[in-house]
Every structure is written in structure tokens, then in C-alpha cells.
């Protein structure tokens, strides 16, 4: 797979696909820029390269019509503060407007298109909308990590009408910092998983068994696995057609010699809500009309200790309802454990990172996914299609 600092964008018309998926209030302002900042690195490497740069993204789910809530309008003032310069805005992103402000362009102007997914070719991979945005561009640059196990139009079959294809930094980034975890990590290696439903992630847990040392599992998700040990949990989470999967993963993880560690004790409420009276017990003594909303002390400990001299991390998922303040302390704690373990750690999915965020301890791991679903489908083994485009033809 090529990078863009691999190539000449000396006066080239370049297609960029972003992620600018941001949130909107009803106004129509956006509320957090994180996903644009993101990709400025790869814009101003393009810029001062002297390309004539042409940015495109989705916007939420049109589901390929024009909803006007999901312009990418207001991102236009964002992306100008950001970079110092003039944006303009086209409004669409393929057809004769399109066509002729790529056509004016001079080295070093921006263009950022409407929505993508106002057209249904984009969702569904169509070669002839595709087609219609390669005539845009002379060379095409996927940055947008968040969507890339997703084959659309923007990200899969534009490959095959544009010659030189490219990754961006984002992009490089999030492939890099994977492989080098799971492909060639510094040992002992542990994975953190944790978030509400052994189901959504059957495929990470098998995988990463193949992978790690130690496995650790909290969240919701853990109370599957230990009543599938005969635990009584309460009237915790727990997915019933899940508990002989959670027994084969045990056993798995014997057969591997992969240390396998549950939470021992939990915090539990008889609700889940911020006023809630909240009590710390043991994973064998939570009594039958409680819930368990976190991780406990013990646990904390457990876990931490679990995470000494690790060299490699990757975690995905909370330990408990962190969002609420009477079950944020397990999150927050192993979030100050990871960010100061001196290990390579590498956090994935959209509740992951806010804890982190909140908890004061981003900039002390050592990366962030900006993807959720292509992050998990990457810890499953699978290959992404955005990624998969971008590599050579044989």
C-alpha cells in the first residue's frame, strides 16, 4: 500500500476521503471538531505539496437522499479556522458544479463536496457513481479510517478508475500502530476487552486468543462469563445464548496458556442511575435483585496489577457505566493504569476513547483509534475493504 508521501502532488487534482462524520446541534453548528483536526496533517501535506485539493465524506444516514440537516456546509468554517485558508464550498459532490470547480482549481485551492451519502451509489459501491467522482481528481487519497470496513463508492470501487491510489496519514497511522501490536508486538502482550455484549465481539475474543498473553474482560459483557461458571450475578447483563460461547472461550484461553482474569468483585445498584444507592460485594454475594455497573476495588487491583510490565496493550470497551458517576471508577482507574504503564497501548471504539478523554489520560496513550467498527473488525482478523482497495493489483 502506497502512502501519500510516496507521491508527486505537485499541481494534481486530489480526491481526499475524510471522515467529517461530526456532530451537529439543532442549529446546525458543530459541536466537536475532533474528527476534522484528525485529518489536518494529511490536508496540509497535500497543500503544501501544491495540490489542488478536493475533500470529500459522508454526513450521518440520508440513506441517499438530500436531507439538508446532513449538509456538510457547516464544516466549511471548522476546516477554514483549522487550516488558515480559504474552503469552498461545492454543493454537491458529483455533476456539473462539481465539474467545474475542480476544473478552475489552482495549486494549493480547497474544495470540500456535499455529502457523499445524499446519493444511494455511495452505500452501495456503485462502479458508475464512483466512476463519475474519479473524473474529478488525478489521484485519490483514502484517510478515512472510521469507514474503511465499509465498501462504498468513496473508498472501494473509485480504486479501480483512478491509476495512483494512496493511504493518508490517518490512515497509515491506524494500520501501523494495529500491525504492530498484533503482527509483532513486544511481549507480554495483554488485551483489554470489555463494553455490554459478548456477542459483538465472539470474533475479537477468539482472535486476539490466537494473539496475547493475558486476557482481561469487564464491562456488562463479563456477568455472561461468569454465569456461564455458575455465578449468581444478580440481575446483571448477561446473555443466555451466549453462556456455552463464554464456556469455549474459557477453555480456549486454558488450552492457549492465556491467563484469563474476570472481575472478583463488582460495584451494584438496584438501578442504573446516577442517585442510585450503590454498594461494593463480591462476584459470589450479589443478591438477586441487583445489578453490577462496574468494576470493584478488587478488581481495580487485580487488573492493574495484571497490567505490570506489560509492553504491548490494546483495549476496546468500558469496565462499567462510566457515563454515570457512581460507576465511572473502574474505567477511570484502569484508564490512569494503561497511560502510565510505559507499554505500547492502543485504545478503539467511541466509548473507549471519551473515557480516556475524561478520565484526563488521552495524550498519555500512546494511540487512538478513530474507529469503532473498522477498529473491532480489524481485532476480529478480518480485512477492511477500504484498506484492502489501496492495496496493489497483482
Known sequence: MKYIDQIDLKGKKVFLRVDFNVPLDKAGNVTSDTRVRAHVPTINYALEGGAKLIIASHLGRPKGKR????????VVKILSRLLQ?????????????????????????????ENLRFYPGEDKNDAEFAKKLASLCDIYIDDA????????????????????????????????????????????FVAIIGGAKVSDKIGVLENLLEKVDKLLVGGAMAF????????????????????EVARKIIQKAKEKNVQFLLPV????????????????????????????????????????????????????????????APFSNGTFSLANTVANSG??????????????????????????????????????GKTLPGIAALEPRV
Open 67 to 74: 436531507v439538508d440537516e446532513m449538509s456538510l456546509k457547516p
Open 85 to 113: 485558508r480559504e474552503v469552498v464550498f461545492i454543493d454537491d459532490c458529483v455533476g456539473e458544479n462539481a465539474q467545474a470547480a475542480a476544473g478552475k482549481m489552482k495549486n494549493g485551492d480547497v474544495i470540500l463536496l
Open 145 to 188: 479510517f472510521a469507514v474503511s470496513h465499509r465498501a462504498a463508492a468513496s473508498n472501494s470501487a473509485i480504486t479501480e478508475f483512478v491509476k495512483t491510489c494512496a493511504a493518508g496519514f490517518l490512515l497509515k497511522n491506524e494500520v501501523e500502530y494495529f500491525r504492530k501490536a498484533m503482527f509483532n508486538p513486544a511481549r507480554p
Open 224 to 243: 455472561t462469563f461468569l454465569k456461564a461458571q455458575g455465578f449468581g450475578i444478580g440481575k446483571s447483563l448477561c446473555e443466555e445464548d451466549m453462556l
Open 265 to 324: 468483585d463488582a460495584v451494584i445498584a438496584k438501578s442504573a442511575s446516577a442517585d442510585a444507592e450503590v454498594k461494593v460485594c463480591g462476584i459470589k454475594e450479589i443478591p438477586p435483585d441487583w445489578i453490577g455497573l462496574d468494576i470493584g476495588p478488587a478488581t481495580i487491583s487485580l487488573f492493574s496489577d495484571a497490567l505490570r510490565g506489560i509492553k504491548t496493550i490494546i483495549w476496546n470497551g468500558p469496565m462499567g457505566m462510566f457515563e454515570l
Open 343 to 380: 507499554a505500547l497501548s492502543i485504545i478503539g471504539g467511541g466509548d473507549t476513547d471519551t473515557a480516556v478523554h475524561q478520565a484526563g489520560q488521552s495524550a498519555k496513550v500512546s494511540y487512538i483509534s478513530t474507529g469503532g467498527g473498522a477498529f473491532l473488525e480489524l481485532l476480529e
